[in-house]
C-alpha cells in the first residue's frame, strides 16, 4: 500500500490488487498495478506531495479511460509519456523534439 494513504485509498487499493488476481495476474503485478492506481489518483486529487503532469493532466480518471492508453492501443503511448522516459533516460534535446523522435530516442 503506498506511504501516505488514507482508509479510502487502503479499500481502493485492496479493490484493485483482488480485481487484477481474479483476471489471472500474478500477485506482485497486481501490488504494482493497484499501487500505481492509487498513487495517480492522489495526484489527480492533491492528495499527495507531488505529482507528475500526466497524473494531474489528464482528463479522464483511470476508471474512465478504461485501458484506454495501456501503451499498445494504436498509438501507443503519449508524447508526454515519452518526455518522462526520456527524461529519466537524461536523453539531450528531448524538450525539443516531437512524439516520433522521443519515440524512437526512448528506444519504442
Known sequence: MPAGSNRKRE????????????????????EEIAARTVNKERARAGESRRAGKVSTRDPKSSYERGGERS??????PTRDQLYEEAKKKNIQGRSSMNKQELRKAVGR
Open 71 to 76: 501503451h499498445s492501443g494504436p498509438q501507443g
Open 11 to 30: 479499500r481502493q487499493y485492496e479493490h484493485i490488487k483482488e480485481s487484477e488476481e481474479r483476471r489471472g495476474t500474478s500477485e506482485g503485478r497486481a
